[in-house]
């Protein structure tokens, strides 16, 4: 009787559990990083407190990544990987936003309760849509896990490519901050943009939950 054949192999770069060939938890930690940086951006800008702020869409975003600190999140990731990259990645987001806040609570403090307060213009024109889109890819990513299951390969790249096309538009839109595209007040463009931006990545941590 011959032996049943070996199971292929499949390496970390292969394996769609692992975008980008990381480890497990990785891409959380930099969707994490990416959003944190945001606000790092906005207290770090330097002029008038009121010279920049966040889009709203990085506050609903910021609820999200508190759900990556959940602990059964933090299960997942010491059940699914014993590397330390997800954990150097998740305390640098957590000590970056230490050191940030701190050092403009102590050199420029009226910063603070400026800066992290959503325009008051954009919070009424875009919350309801804003929520929509976050409640609304959330819940799509739950109902994909449900249809196909956590261990299917279609399952898996799915999720995948959300983590792939939510990390590539994080990081395209933390360019235009960089540049400068968002030092004035946040156009429709934007607004959009963080719409399908929040789609996507809600879906993702849908996925994850």
Same mark, same amino acid.
């Given at each position: ?63 999200? #990544? ?24 998740? #305390? ?21 309760? #400026? ?95």
């Amino acid at each position: 009787m011959s032996a049943a054949p070996a199971p292929p192999v499949i390496d970390s770069t292969s394996d769609p559990r692992h975008p980008f060939g990381l480890p497990l938890g990785s891409v959380r930690a930099l969707m994490s990083l990416a959003i944190g940086a945001f606000f790092w951006i906005a207290l770090l800008y330097p002029g008038e407190p009121g010279a920049f702020r966040p889009p709203l869409g990085h506050f609903f975003l910021l609820a999200l #990544v508190l759900m990556a600190f959940s602990p059964s999140t933090r299960n997942s990731l010491e059940a699914g990987s014993s590397s330390v990259l997800p954990w150097f990645l998740r #305390v640098l987001f957590v000590g970056g936003t230490v050191a940030v806040v701190a050092f403009v609570a102590t050199q420029h403090p009226d910063r603070l309760p #400026v800066r992290l307060k959503p325009d008051a213009d954009e919070l009424q024109r875009w919350w309801v849509p804003l929520l929509a889109f976050t409640a609304g890819g959330f819940t799509a990513g739950l109902i994909v896990r449900t249809l196909f299951g956590r261990e299917t390969v279609l399952f898996r790249s799915l999720r995948s490519w959300l983590s792939v096309v939510g990390l590539v538009m994080l990081s395209l839109e933390l360019g235009f901050v960089l540049i400068g595209a968002t030092s004035q007040a946040p156009n429709d463009f934007l607004q959009y943009w963080d719409a399908a931006e929040l789609a996507v990545v809600a879906a993702y941590f849908g996925t994850r939950a």
